[in-house]
């Protein structure tokens, strides 16, 4: 899988839009772009995925370069309870299962 | 639809003895990953397995660690003769089937500490 490259840390006030970045300069053509989130040490949750377009769901939006080499996870109004790491995490689907290679994460805190 | 159950959620181990980690997946999910996850690091993947088999274990150490998924009952990951550095917090993800990352749900985790 490919590997990636997002920040250590950042904040973000309450009310406003979460922009993290991740970049995956060597991603496949056959590779998703994957978003989780891990809060305080509970299990990771899944938020989006996409492969060459953008993506929204009822959590995030997905902004994905026309290159694919990076993407941006957008909370549109973060609140307190979106505090936590995010891992951005680039696979390919395949028969054999789809074990996901976390990284370091990007440690968002969102401030009042 | 209750979802990953794992337990027990913590776990103290003297050095020597064994670990025993279970995980029961979702509803209708017969697919199982084992991560686990060292302070301040992120979630590393151990071992894959479908009912009564081993998929994928390339992440799982070579000696002590092992995993099993019966076609009944929970799937156990079991540590032997623990040692300091396998104090983790060990985590069971399920899916309803192969491929598809966006499909694994994970259990609470169960954070083992060896002392």
């Known amino acids: 899988d490919a590997k990636t490259t997002q920040p250590t840390s950042m904040d973000c006030a309450e009310g406003r839009a979460a922009n993290l970045p991740c970049n995956h300069s060597t991603i496949s053509g056959n590779e998703y772009v994957y978003w989780y989130r891990q809060i305080h040490s509970q299990g990771p949750q899944y938020i989006i995925h996409g492969l060459k377009n953008n993506e929204t769901n009822e959590m995030a939006s997905l902004i994905i370069t026309e290159d694919r080499k990076s993407s941006t996870l957008i909370l549109p109004h973060a609140t307190l309870r979106d505090t936590a790491v995010y891992y951005c995490?680039?696979?390919?689907?395949?028969?054999?299962?789809?074990?996901?290679?976390f990284g370091g994460g990007t440690r968002l805190m969102v401030k009042p | 639809n209750a979802g990953v159950m794992q337990n027990p959620r913590h776990l103290v181990r003297r050095r020597g003895q064994e670990a025993r980690l279970r995980c029961s997946p979702m509803?209708?999910?017969?697919?199982v990953y084992w991560y686990r996850q060292l302070p301040e690091e992120g979630l590393k993947f151990m071992v894959y397995l479908q009912k009564e088999n081993i998929i994928d274990e390339s992440g799982m150490p070579k000696e002590r660690f092992s995993a099993e998924f019966p076609k009944e009952g929970p799937s156990i990951l079991r540590i032997q003769q623990v040692v300091r550095g396998d104090s983790a917090a060990y985590f069971c993800a399920s899916s309803p089937r192969s491929g598809g990352a966006h499909e694994q749900y994970f259990g609470p985790g169960t954070r083992l500490t060896v002392t």
């Open positions: 995490i680039v696979s390919a689907l395949n028969n054999a299962g789809n074990m996901l290679t």
């Open positions: 509803k209708g999910h017969s697919h």
